[in-house]
Each structure stands twice: as C-alpha cells, then as structure tokens.
DNA sequence: GATGAATGAGGATTCATTCAT
DNA sequence: TATGAATGAATCCTCATTCAT
C-alpha cells in the first residue's frame, strides 16, 4: 500500500521529495546516534550520511535536538502501531509471568530491529539532564508502563505505581543493554534474565503468584 | 570550591607536588564530568577548575581518556579500602537478604558519594563501544560481583555466573541512577526497590529461601 | 623557595607575548573594519589579517563585539591622551570660530589617523539598535560635547544641550565621512566646510557674533 | 487589467502580475532592510516576509543588490512624483529660511513615510565604498541638491556647488537619523534644528540674508 | 614543572544562489 | 511561473593538544 504510483495528484509533489529526504536523514541520524552517540554525533556526520550537505538538513531540521526528538516521535509512532497491544492494560486473568515475557519479548523486538531508541533512550551523556528528544520519549515510555501497572498494582498508590515503572523502565533499559551487546545464545539467555529480573520483582507486588493461585 | 588557604609550610619533594597536581587534577576532572558528562566535559574545563594551565594538565595525562582512566583505578582503590569486605566472598550463612542488603547500600553510599563513579560507568556516551577507562574499571567491577556471585552459586557455570553478574550490575546502575535523581525519602525508596530487584533475581538462583532454609 | 603564590606586583611575564598579539589583533580588526564596515567584518578574517588562527583572537576575545568595543576604548583612551584639552571645556573668552576651529581640526586630525573610529561610530548597520562598542563609544563622545557646549550654553536646559550636542556630532560624522573620501585641497575644503556648518549653527546659540561683539 | 482567457504569444497579464509580485517583493525587502539593515537582511527573509519562495525572489531579481537597486530607484520616482516641486530650483524670491523649510519638511515626510530610503542611503555600512544601488541614489539626490542650490549659488564654480550640496546632504542625513529616532515634540525639535543648521550654513553662501531683501 | 599562547580542524548554523519539477 | 529542495562556502566559535618561554 505504498504511494508511489498512482493518484496523489493533488496538494504537494514538492514534498515527496522533502518526505524522501526527512526519512532519509533521520535514516542516517539514527545512523549516527547509534554509532557514536547523541552527544558525539555531528549535524555535518548525519548529513554526510545522508549523502546531503549541511544545508540540505537545516531545510528540514532547526538543529541536532530537534532531529532526535522527530525521530523519537516515529520510533514511538511505529511502536504504538506494531506493538500497540504490548502496551495496553493487560487481562488480569493473563499469569503475570506470561504478560511480562511477551511485553520483554515485543520490546526487545522492537529495540534490535531500532537500536537507536536505546541511543535515545540512553540520553545526551548528562546524567540527569535529559533535553527535549530524551525526556518526552521518557515520559512517554513511563505513561505507558505505569497503565500497564496500574491493571497490575490496584491497590498502590500513584507513587508507588511511578516508582515501580522506573524501576521497571531502568532494569528493562539494562537489560537491553547487555542484550544489544551480545549474539545468538547468549542474548537469548540475557532476554530471559530480564523477564526473569522483572517478573521476580513485580509477582509479590501484584499480590499473585506465579504459577500458584495462591493468595495472602 | 577550590584551593582556598592552602599553605604546606613543609618542604615537599618534586613527587609530593606532582601527587597533589595530580589529585588536584582528579579531582577537578570528577567535577566536570559530574556537571557536564564525559564526552561534552573539556579539557580546558578540567584545568581551570584545578586552577592549573592546559599545559600543566598536559605534563600529568597524555589525553582526556587518561584522567577517566586514572580517575575510575583511584575510585575503584578508595572503593576497596573502604569497603573491601563488601566485596569479598560471603559466607554462606549470611541471608542473602542481609548480604545483599549490605553490598547495595555500602556501594550506593559509596555512588552517592562519589557521583563520578557513575558518570564513568556510564560510559563516554557510546553504546557498545567502551573506552578504555569504562572497560577496566568495568572489568574490575564485574570480576569482582562475579567473585560475590561465585559462593552463592557454587553449582553454576562460569558463564553462567558472568551472566549473572552483568545484570546484576545493570540492575544496579539503573537503580543507582533513579537514587541519584531523587532525595530524601524518595531516594531511600528507590534504594530499597534496588535491593528487592536484586534480591528477588537472586534468590531462587542460589537455591535458598529469604529467612528459609527450605528448598524447592 | 618555591614560587607559591606570592603576590608581588609582578603578575604577567606571559602575557607581553599576549599584549602584543592583542594589539595585533586590533589593528588587524580596525583594518578590516574599514574595509568591509563592522557588520560585514568575520572573525576569520581579523585572525587571518592579524595572521594569526582563529583559535588564538578567540584566547584573548570572547566575540566580535568584545573585539569592538576593546578597540572604542583604547581609541578614546588614546583621544584623551592625544587631545585632551579638545574636550576640555572652553575658555568663554575663546572666540567660538577659534575654538571650533580647533576642536574639529583635532578630531579630524585623529580619525583620519584612526579611520577605524568612524567605521565604529557609524555603527552596525542597524540603525536605532546600536550595540555595545557602539553605544559606549556614542555615550562617551556625547558626554564630552555636552560637557564642552555646557560653558557655551549657560542659559540652555540640559535637554537643549543635549540635543544640540548631537546634532553636533551628527554634523561632525557628516563631515567626517565627507572628509575621508576625499584627499588633498577637496579634503582640506571639507574640513573648512565641517567647521563653517558648526560655527554657524552653535553662533547664535551662544548668544555670540563671531567677530562681533554686536547685537542679539 | 486582470484577465484570464487570452490567447496572445505576450500576453500582458504576466506583465501585470510580474508587476504585482515585485511590489510585493519590494515592500518586503523595505520591510526587512528596515528591520535588520541592508547588510544582515537575507533574501529568504524578504522572499519569506513576501509570503513567496526564495526561488521566485530570483525570478525578479538577479541578487540582492538588485533589489535594492530598484527599491532605491521607486523610492526616488514615487519622491520625484509626490515632492516634485521640492526638488526643482527654487524661486529666487523665495526666502531661503522658507525653501529650505520646506525642502527639509517634505523630505522629512517622505523619509519618515519611508524609512527604508534612510537604510538605502545608510548604505551596505562600507563607509567609502557605496554599493551600486547606494550610488545610484546618492548620485541622483545630488544631482537634485546641486540643481537646487545652483540656482541659489549663482556664481559658485561647479566644485563649490557640489561640495556644498554634498555637505547639506550629510547635514541633511545627520538630522534625519536623529529625526527618526525619536519622536514626537523631540522629533519636531530635531526637525527643526536640522532647518537651521541648513539656513545657517546656506545663508552667507547664498549672498542673501534670512527675512532680508538682501543685496548682492 | 608551569604557564599561557598557539594551533587548526571541526562543530553548528546561515545564506545567496541555483535547479528540478 | 512558482515552488521548495539543494548546495556549499562562509560564519562564529570550541577544543584537544602542542610549543616556547
């Protein structure tokens, strides 16, 4: 169901191209980001990994920041769509071990096939002081998990269900790293840990127990 | 935050200097790199801090990756002399509960009070491609959980054993930068969530039981 | 003994190789300033001029205004040294014909030496919006013809001298530019023409005749 | 004049709106001259301030001189058409305090009404290198000047005349930048004192004394 | 050993101008 | 014509590093 053919006779063909090179360019600033990091990586790089001179990236870009914030925008676009289940309210009835594992699973589908979003996610090196592109695919990442708790943890408070989201964001965020870091065997064995990690963290927080409809 | 009234009345040797230039140095490079992060903080930046010429900071460290290097083997020095048991094997009889309990909160002290410690193992901003100050002071960390690791999990493999430690120590950064971004209550919370993630991954991996000697 | 800080008036041996390359510098500056006028003026091109790199004018100035308003200062400095007693508030005695006469024969004769006062003076192209350099440099002139019409003016309000003070200086620009385009006896008649323009218009406000010790 | 269905090889209706689109782009360009001066205004500036594509500011003109240029030659027209009268050799019986009055008042307005015409004579801030489009204006106004004061000069040489002209033209630039840059009674203040300095100094060029049935 | 000067490549960004559609 | 994309040199400025004193 591509565009490229038939009839879109209408408001800009001026701008086929411009979306040609916006894809472009974020193309190769997530590229970039992704090989040198968001502080390190230059305007003039990304450009040259385009293929485009500078010019041509300011046409379209205002600065390094704002690239990285459109790019943050699609990668969270193209999640909500491909995984859009993943990150909605879970069936309580769903065993707690298994909603983890597919959400771990969907994830880390999603951050090896777009290691920028770990470049991202991983911040402009200023422990701390997260700018623009960084801090609103945070939030919007913690939203997320805080609704996916919140069917988990009824009884908590708000807090505590913000807290347990950044625990949970911050051990998933490690353990991506170590699986982006590793191959075959070993970053299956690492995808596991993960869920391992999480579901032993949340299962007393949820009041269940896995595998046991035990109660307290 | 600097010099203010410092006047050694003795005379000191040509070593002596160079060990308090150098210190001097360290120490004004661990404030840049706590303000601004490794990849963005300058060398200029660390010298005026020390209060020194780019040229006396020259005479000291041949680049900027030398003083992270320098820097990360004194922390992970003063880390041993303090806290050297925390390291050490534990014996067997301690409640992982209480063992684990301990190394987090005697490393978390040791973070918070030397937050360079977590700049550096964040790393020069680059995923997967760690400097070479990151990577020793990563080996070193690493080797040393795994020598923890070793007696809780005497039946397990080697590889096994590293792969632990590295969530582990994952699992700890990430806690440790949630403590790092909160105070007061808050950041006790967060030191607590720590220690459960930790202690609920851990726990079935040792084959015992929190206050329980019973087995599965 | 070693050299701790002593604070004996003897603080620089370094930076006479500095002055130097800071007088440079803003010779080169007012070179280029004339030639292409302050706005069009690069940095690049004042350190190639002064045949220095860029690196070296940013060790001494923070930017191109500094640079501007460094050379105001010691421009007017080196007025107050050269001529002082031109600004110096006249003798009533002193016919006005004369002492215009011979305040604008100084002025003359100092900018045309140091053409870059009047590239400065004629500010950066913005009009109403006069930046640093230019403002203190106008502030500081306006001063010193407030100040010398004061002894001629003695009934006038503060707002009347004021004005006519600039008006003064904007006649005075006018003739100077005239002045600097032309060479030989054109010149020399532009400078008469500067004085007469200025004779003429502060005459009846002083209340004087020139020559004529007449009427009102 | 604004037709559709016409099937001529040169129809004129391109002509009319070529017309209306470098109107457009020269009221822009008055705006932005205005606005940031002559140097620092971009040409995607006044393409965008014309609500039009850069592409199209170049289908009209050729660079941004031309712009200028043209902007400077409608200024003159449209002066020429509504001021005519001022600009032609004045009356001899006319009272000099009178013509230059007038002059002074109607140019006065129309430079008020106009401030680009200012920025245009400001010139590109190369003081002694005027620009086309600069030249332009300043040799047509003159030229005007001369023409005027020939007919109060009578037997002035040639030089005489275009010395004196170029003075009052200065004088006359002088005053009005102080003009516009105030306003109101202040204004009216400097509008005047820009009279005088022009009477003044024209008065005993002209051989005739103000309110004076003079003699030659 | 210490200093401050010097370097020059590189970074972000802008802009007059041209080109393809 | 009009458009918007494209260019690339030029702008200001920074920084790791070296040099002369």
Known sequence: MSDTTEKEPQPRRRQARGERRIAQLLQAAAQVFCTTGYTAASTNAIAREAGVS?????????????????????????????????????????????????????????????????ALMHGPDIPGRMAEAHAQLHTTVIGRIEALLGSLMPDATPADVSRTAHVCLGVYKAGLELVLSHEGAERAAYVQETKDVLIRYLEPLTGRRVGNPAVD
Do not use: C, W
């Open 54 to 118: 500078p010019g041509t990236l300011y046409q379209f870009f205002p600065n390094k920041e704002a690239i990285a914030i459109e790019l943050g925008d699609r990668l969270m676009h193209e999640m909500r769509e491909a995984y859009g289940e993943a990150l909605a309210p879970v069936d309580p009835a769903t065993p707690l071990e298994e909603a983890i594992g597919s959400a771990v699973d969907r994830f880390m589908a999603f951050n090896t096939d777009h290691p920028v979003f770990f």
